[in-house]
């Protein structure tokens, strides 16, 4: 990777507006003209508790966070001490911001905290390892700074400014963003925060050469996570109707959804658990809309009795699972790919559906489209699978990516005109599920149009809808469901575009297969490797189901050996993928990680010199390698 | 409100509704027994909905898993034979995507008192305008004669062999605290009250719940329900108010714990006619559209926005 980058970390306490804080940072970087990409690290506590946000910032594309950062704004946490007596709440929480980001900071990095809230006294070691790697410190009294021009609150704004003095950037940026969320006193006072506190540090004496990088676009970006990508994707496939159940990371598609919904003429329905979110969204598909719901890990598996409805009845939904550690409750804000054997799997019978899992931000959105397509075409239902990792993360994409016509075709549905042509029972009901469809799918009609009724029932049933268990009937209903899956692999693999991501130079030697969030960490260790002189090329797999055998196929032959990256300990993407192709058991291993954070780059680099160059300790305490079958 | 008609299904203006076109012209697979109530249902279903003036095609049954949730078998219309406890959420969507269709649920006391007790309660809260038919044999008939939550204390089966430990659950009020509009009891040894007691409840804007005592002759043979039973409206002993909530609250309470001594009420037990329904509500705040929203799909016309215009927050 060359060229010039910048990571900057703020820190501070859960509640104290980092988030929204380094979303205008990240903002106002887009617009000088870098491309930009964040990394969230949050506690499960809603105020109080260490958290931070890492921005990335290069002239260059960034597909994931880097490898240690250049930039810390320490701003302490404003709840980690009980403001009626001075009692520290939780332990030393509060010099958190600065002690608990040492570690990665690079050498010759800079450090700026406020000197109102923090003490680095109680920081172990903080003057030698200052010293070690020639770090440059900038106490600022940053609350007393925003108390004087305005609110205590505002210190954000304070250090956002000092970064700006510091790396040398125009605070005109700033400004434009404050005016676009806010008016009045409020955005006065807060310009005269940032001006005064830009303005101080400016007239400082600095010992560093830190510099914001200067970049420039070809064309207009948007900043957005992979939450809004699914979301945008289901907005424009026609998508009006979102039932759901709060559950981290999943709220968030719930949530902008909701947010767009009602003034676009679409319905969102908050309900009682996650059994009732996934029948409403069938309710609604079987009355005529294109409809959505999802979930994280437990409440999907609420969700699995719904989800065999669907494909039983063929009702067209899209599910969003939004994965987190787990089992059970797990870690409610780290990502994993732990769910995968769960999202294929789980309901009862040969059960069929249809799995898609994006690997970035901007392929969340082209996903989602297909997914809603897909299902509304076929009749059966898609999930969208993401994780804690993708759903937060924000990421700079050309506002053309989004420049797209909408879709709401409600896809094999019949006219009140085609249902008078359409085979009737002789009793004059509709034949809804026909046997013979040669791509399994057989049109529906939507309650209300004449002469289409029909039962749709979870028991097996005759072409009308009528339980029925004799085994003719059986045999040909479960042959055609099941064709369905056929259709759909052809229908995917005749499209111009795969959903496959190959990434590095099409003859190289060796191979790395990643699914779902990880895979922008492995592109750039795929150019980090081939910059070494390795031979290495990726495959990112985004249809988990149906699988794409011929491309993974042709991948796997093309190389010597392949890593397959995952986040879970039991490698259920590798697997898969054996099950799948029914060989190749000898040329992958695994490369794992379950601690809690996705892979860094210089882990799978390191990861990917173990196995070509052999040795089977773990790469660091925090990942591990899973050897190859047979060896 | 008056009910608009879903421009999907056009099919009732000016037609005869008679009620033979609610029987399906297909033998369904017969699964209930001889004597058993649900074909009381059945009939006062098929008896109100020409009362009610809407067709097969503009009807969507939901249903649960049950005995009583064969009843789609037998009822011919838009159906959604479902899973067990989840008419009510599937319905309630079905409802608000297509106001125009006349949507009813129905199913046992297993499958709406049990399993889907917390979509009871959620669907009364909102007070979706639907009608909700519970099919109440104070048993487990499909699964062969377990204790369900409105069977008696002291209830034996093979589930319960030592008596039912637990008081019966007390739907009539379990709908009224949930803020049901509708609720009223009627049994199936008497089909002109049940047939109008639909009638009036599909006609209901709001969520009308129906506790339909029905006899399980296989599973339940001492069952209350063959002992006559009393119209509370009918009766001179009973004064009360049916628009008045505490007095509903007590009638119900009344009704509720003579069932279990011998003594079944029926009738009318809670009219609300001036709260509005769910939709109407999500209407006034603009929170859902005033069209159908699935006719937009049908609507060549029909405007889409995009993505792309509301990424101005995100530049
Ligand atoms: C999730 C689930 N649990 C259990 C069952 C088995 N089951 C089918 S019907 C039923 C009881 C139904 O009782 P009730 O609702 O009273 O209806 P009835 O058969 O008496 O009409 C049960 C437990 C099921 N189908 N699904
Ligand atoms: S088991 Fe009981 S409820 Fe079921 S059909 Fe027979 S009589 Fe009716």
Redesign the pocket.
């Known amino acids: 990777m060359t060229g010039e980058e910048l990571i900057w970390r703020i820190a501070g306490g859960s509640g104290d507006g980092i988030d929204s804080t380094s979303q205008n940072f990240t903002k106002a970087l887009m617009r000088t003209g870098l491309d930009v990409f964040t990394h969230r690290h949050y506690p499960s506590r809603i105020r109080g508790g260490h958290t931070y946000v890492e921005v990335r910032a290069a002239d260059h594309a960034v597909k994931s966070r880097g490898d240690g950062y250049d930039f810390l704004l320490a701003l302490g946490d404003s709840f980690a001490r009980n403001p009626q007596d001075g009692e520290a709440y939780y332990g030393n929480e509060e010099v958190k911001p600065l002690s608990e980001n040492l570690d990665e900071l690079r050498e010759g990095g800079v450090i700026v905290y406020d000197e109102g809230l923090l003490d680095t006294d109680e920081v172990e070691d903080f003057d030698e390892r200052v010293e070690e790697n020639d770090w440059h410190v900038y106490p600022l009294d940053l609350r007393s700074l925003a108390r004087e021009h305005g609110r205590e609150i505002m210190r954000n704004t304070a250090g956002v400014a000092a970064t700006a003095a510091l790396i040398d950037m125009d605070t005109g940026i700033f400004e434009e963003l404050m005016a676009d969320t806010m008016s009045g006193e409020m955005l006065e006072t807060n310009v005269e925060v940032l001006e005064e506190a830009h303005a101080e540090v400016s007239e400082m004496e600095f010992t560093h050469d830190l510099e914001v990088p200067t970049g420039s676009h070809d064309e207009e970006q948007v900043l957005l996570n992979g939450s809004h990508s699914v979301a945008y994707g289901a907005i424009d496939e026609g998508c009006r109707f979102i039932a759901g159940y709060p559950m981290t990371p999943w709220t968030d598609v719930f949530t902008i959804m909701t947010q767009h919904l009602p003034s676009i003429g679409g319905i969102s329905e908050q309900v009682e658990d996650e059994i009732a979110a996934a029948s409403l969204a069938i309710g609604a598909s079987h009355a005529g809309v294109k409809a959505m719901s999802g979930s994280s890990g437990g409440g999907f598996a609420l969700m699995s009795e719904p989800l065999g409805l669907a494909e039983m009845t063929e009702t067209p939904i899209v599910l969003v699972e939004a994965m987190r550690a787990g089992p059970s409750t797990g870690m409610p804000t780290k990502p994993e790919q732990g769910d995968l054997e769960h999202i294929l799997y789980t309901s009862q019978g040969d059960s069929n559906r249809v799995v898609f899992a994006p690997g970035t931000v901007a392929e969340a959105y082209e996903q989602s489209r297909e997914a809603f397509r897909v299902a509304y075409e076929y009749q059966i239902p898609v999930v969208i699978v993401i994780d804690q990792k993708l759903s937060g993360e924000l990421a700079s994409v050309p506002a053309s990516h989004f420049d797209r016509e909408p879709n709401p075709d409600l896809g094999s549905v019949l006219s009140e005109e085609e249902i008078a042509d359409a085979p009737h029972h002789a009793s004059g009901t509709f034949n809804r599920f026909r046997h013979d469809p040669e791509d399994g799918v057989s049109p529906r009609s939507i309650p209300g149009q004449k002469d289409g009724r029909f039962l749709a029932t979870g028991n097996e049933h005759t072409p009308q809808g009528h339980i029925e268990e004799s085994p003719d009937n059986r045999v040909a209903q479960v042959d055609r469901r099941t064709r369905k899956l056929e259709s759909i692999r052809e229908d995917l693999d005749d499209k111009e575009h795969s959903n496959q991501t190959y990434y590095g130079p099409e003859d190289a030697e060796h191979g790395i297969l990643v699914w779902g969030s990880q895979q922008g960490s492995v592109e750039e260790a795929v150019d980090r490797l081939n910059e070494q002189g390795e031979s290495v090329k990726m495959l990112g797999v985004s249809d988990l189901m149906p699988y794409p055998k011929e491309d993974v196929t042709a991948f796997l032959e093309s190389v010597d050996e392949c890593l397959v990256v995952e986040m879970n300990i039991t490698a259920q993407f590798r697997g898969l993928t054996q099950k799948e192709l029914g060989r190749f058991g000898e040329k992958m291993s695994s490369l794992l990680k379950y601690n809690g954070n996705p892979f860094e780059p210089a882990e799978v680099v390191e990861g990917f010199d173990i196995q070509v160059n052999g040795g089977d300790e773990p790469p660091t305490a925090q990942t591990r390698i899973e050897p190859a079958a047979g060896d | 409100m008056s009910k608009s008609f879903s421009a999907i299904g056009q099919a009732a203006q000016g037609e005869e509704i008679d009620r033979e076109a609610f029987t399906p012209g297909i033998e369904p697979q017969a699964?209930?027994?001889?004597?058993?109530?649900?074909f009381s249902v059945l009939k006062a279903l098929k008896g109100a909905m020409p009362e009610v003036g809407r067709t097969p095609d503009e009807t969507l049954l939901v249903t649960g898993i049950?005995?009583?949730g064969?009843l789609n078998s037998y009822f011919e219309s838009y159906g959604m034979h479902s899973i067990h406890g989840r008419s009510l959420p599937i319905a309630r969507a079905a409802k608000l995507a297509n106001p125009g269709l006349e949507v009813i649920a129905a199913g046992?006391d297993g499958d709406g008192y049990g399993i889907g007790g917390n979509h009871f309660m959620h669907t009364a809260r909102e007070n979706h305008d639907m009608t909700y038919i519970v099919?109440n044999?104070e048993?487990f008939?499909?699964t062969?004669?377990q204790t369900s939550p409105t069977s008696p204390k002291g209830h034996e089966s093979k589930t319960q062999p030592h008596g039912s430990a637990k008081d019966p659950i007390r739907p009539l009020s379990l709908a009224l605290t949930s803020g049901a509009s509708y609720i009223a009891r009627t049994a199936a040894v008497n089909p002109r009250q049940a047939t109008e007691i639909l009638t009036e409840a599909i006609e209901h804007d709001g969520f009308a719940h129906v506790d339909f005592l029905?006899?399980?002759?296989?599973?339940?043979k001492d069952a209350k329900q063959y002992v006559p039973y009393t119209d509370v409206q009918d009766s001179e002993e009973f004064d009360f108010d049916v628009h008045d909530r505490q007095e509903a609250a007590e009638m119900m309470h009344e009704t509720e714990d003579k069932l279990y001594e011998g003594e079944v009420l029926t009738g009318r037990f809670y009219i609300d006619e001036e709260r509005r329904s769910y939709g109407e509500e999500k209407r006034s705040t603009g929170e859902m559209p005033e069209e159908p929203l699935a006719e937009r799909y049908f609507d060549a016309e029909a405007d889409w926005e995009r993505s792309y215009d509301l990424l101005d927050a995100h530049k």
């Open positions: 699964t209930w027994c001889p004597g058993c109530g649900d049950g005995c009583s064969k046992g099919f044999n048993i008939g499909l062969k004669g029905t006899q399980c002759p296989t599973w339940n």
